[in-house]
C-alpha cells in the first residue's frame, strides 16, 4: 500500500506541476493576462477630469505627428495595455446605451477584437518582417458602424473594473477616419462644413447670435470693456435652436434677478469645438479652441458660467491645454449657490419631478447635487433608476447629435424610463438633452413635459408671468 501511495504522491505532485507551467505558458495568450498587466492599466489610468481628451499635436516634426489610431502601430502604449487588461466581465456592454438599443457597438468586443489585432500583428512587427503590411483598425478590427455608434457618454470607463479608456479608443479611431481617410457619416458632413465656415453647427450667421436675448437687457461684451464678474457661455444650441433658447432667457433673467454681473461674447462667442473634436476633426477643434482662448483671455475673463455641459467640459476641462485657464461652472451649480444664498427664492409647488443626469455634467464632471437641490426647491422630485454617475444617455454625446441614429432610438429609450416614473415633469440641464428627450417623449406620445432646470426656477419666481410660447 505504500508503495502506491508514494507512486500516487509523485504522479499528482508532477501533474500539479505540469499545468501550473501550463497555465503560465497558456496565460499570455488568454484573458488572463489581466493578472500581469491590470494593476499597471489602473496605476496609469486619467486621474485629471474624466471629460478630457488627449490632444494630438500638430506643432512636431511629421514623423514624430500622429492622427489618431489607422493601424496597430499607431495605438499609444496605454491603449495597448488596455486591450491586455480586458477581463471580458461584460460590465461595460451592460451599460452601454448603443448596446441596450441594439446597435452593433459593444465597448467589450471592441476591446478584444483590438486586443486579437494587436497580438496577431505585434510579433511580426517586432520581428521586422520583410513586406509585413499591418492592416487598418477599420475594417479589420471593427466595422464603421462599431465606431460611429457610440455617444461617448462614458458608462463603459465608469464601469471598468480595469480601467480600460474606451473612449479614447473610438475617439482615436474617428480621427484617423475623419482626417486621413475623410470617411464619417454623410449626414454629419453639413455640421462639420457649419462648424468651420459658420463658427456653430447650426450654420446661422454669426451675427443672430445673441438675438435669443432679445428684450432681456443682456450686456454684450464690446472688445476693450471691462471683463465682468461672470461671463455667460450661451453655447450654440441655447444660442440657435428653438426649444434650448428657452433656458438660455430664464438663466438670464434669472442672474438680472439676483443681481450677478453678468455679460455675454454675442458673435465674438464660436462653437467650442466640441461636436468636432467628438466626430474626430481635432483640426477644427484646434483651431476653435486657441480661437476662442485668445477672445477670453484678451477679455479678462475669469469666471465662466456655461449652460451646455458639453462647452462646460470642454472650457473647463481642455481649453488648459491651449492657454486658457478659468473658473468654469454649469448654470445649474451657479444658480444652486443663489438659492442658497437667499438671492433667488422660489416656491416649491412645481409638482412631481424626474431630473435626467446628462453625461458630461453628471459622469465626466461630478456635477450631481445641484441640479437636484434646484429641482427640490421647485417641486417634488422623483428618481429614475439609472441616474448620477450611472445615467443613461439622451443619445445626442459624441456628435451624434448630427447622426442618422439605426435601430431602436436611445431618446425613446431614456423617454420611457422617465415616463415610468409617474412624475409630471422632466427636468433637464443641457441643451442636447432638451431636443433629444422633448423627441423622444413625443414620438413615444408620453405625456411629460421636458423642460430645463433654469426654466423650473424662474417660473417657480414668477408664477404669474405666463410662460414663453
Avoid at 238 to 264: C, M, P, Q, Y
Avoid at 325 to 339: G, I, R, S
Wanted: proline share 6%; glycine share 8%.
Amino acid at each position: 500500500g505504500g508503495r502506491a501511495t508514494e507512486m500516487l504522491e509523485r504522479v499528482f505532485v508532477w501533474l500539479h506541476v505540469a499545468i501550473i507551467l501550463g497555465f503560465l505558458a497558456y496565460l499570455p495568450h488568454s484573458k488572463h493576462l489581466h493578472i500581469a498587466t491590470a494593476a499597471f492599466n489602473v496605476y496609469f489610468a486619467r486621474t485629471r477630469a474624466r471629460g478630457r481628451l488627449e490632444p494630438l499635436r500638430f506643432d512636431v516634426p511629421d514623423e514624430e505627428m500622429r492622427f489618431g489610431a489607422g493601424t496597430t502601430p499607431d495605438l499609444t502604449w496605454k491603449q495597448m495595455l488596455d486591450t491586455f487588461s480586458c477581463t471580458e466581465c461584460g460590465r461595460c456592454q451592460d451599460v452601454c446605451p448603443a448596446w441596450a438599443t441594439g446597435k452593433e457597438l459593444s465597448p467589450k468586443l471592441l476591446i478584444m477584437a483590438l486586443r486579437d489585432q494587436v497580438f496577431d500583428e505585434g510579433p511580426k512587427l517586432i520581428r521586422g518582417e520583410e513586406g509585413f503590411e499591418p492592416a487598418p483598425l477599420v475594417p479589420n478590427a471593427v466595422t464603421d458602424n462599431v465606431v460611429w455608434d457610440c455617444v461617448t457618454c462614458g458608462a463603459c470607463v465608469r464601469e471598468c473594473p480595469v480601467s480600460i479608456e474606451h473612449v479614447d479608443h473610438i475617439i482615436d479611431l474617428r480621427r484617423h477616419l475623419v482626417m486621413m481617410e475623410s470617411s464619417f457619416p454623410s449626414e454629419s458632413e453639413q455640421m462639420l462644413r457649419d462648424v468651420e465656415r459658420a463658427s456653430n453647427p447650426w450654420g446661422k450667421p454669426q451675427t443672430e447670435r445673441a438675438d435669443w436675448a432679445e428684450g432681456l437687457d443682456v450686456r454684450v461684451l464690446e472688445p476693450g470693456e471691462p471683463a465682468p464678474e461672470v461671463l455667460y457661455w450661451v453655447g450654440c444650441a441655447a444660442s440657435f435652436d428653438e426649444r434650448a433658447r428657452t433656458a438660455a432667457r430664464s438663466t438670464a433673467k434669472l442672474l438680472k434677478a439676483a443681481g450677478v454681473d453678468f455679460a455675454i461674447l454675442g458673435p465674438r462667442e464660436s462653437c467650442s469645438g466640441d461636436p468636432a473634436r467628438r466626430i474626430g476633426n481635432e483640426y477644427v477643434f484646434q483651431a476653435h479652441a486657441e480661437q476662442n482662448v485668445s477672445t477670453l483671455n484678451e477679455a479678462g475673463v475669469t469666471k465662466i458660467v456655461a449652460s451646455c455641459p458639453h462647452c462646460f467640459n470642454t472650457l473647463g476641462n481642455e481649453y488648459s491645454d491651449f492657454g486658457g485657464d478659468y473658473e468654469v461652472v454649469h448654470h445649474t451649480e451657479l444658480l444652486a449657490d443663489l438659492v442658497r444664498d437667499g438671492r433667488l427664492e422660489p416656491s416649491a409647488d412645481g409638482g412631481t419631478i424626474t431630473y435626467h443626469d446628462s453625461c458630461y455634467l453628471a459622469r465626466h464632471n461630478d456635477v450631481r447635487a445641484d441640479p437636484r437641490e434646484i429641482v427640490e426647491a421647485v417641486g417634488t422630485p422623483i428618481e429614475m433608476e439609472r441616474r448620477e454617475e450611472r445615467t443613461f444617455c439622451c443619445g445626442a454625446g459624441g456628435a451624434r447629435m448630427w447622426m442618422e441614429e439605426r435601430g431602436r432610438p436611445i431618446n425613446e429609450e431614456r423617454a420611457r424610463e422617465a415616463a415610468a416614473t409617474g412624475a409630471e415633469t422632466l427636468a433637464v440641464a443641457c441643451p442636447f438633452c432638451t431636443v433629444m428627450l422633448d423627441d423622444g417623449v413625443r414620438s413615444r406620445g408620453d405625456d411629460l413635459r421636458v423642460v430645463d432646470v433654469s426654466t423650473l426656477l424662474a417660473e417657480s419666481l414668477e408664477p404669474a408671468e405666463s410662460p414663453e410660447p
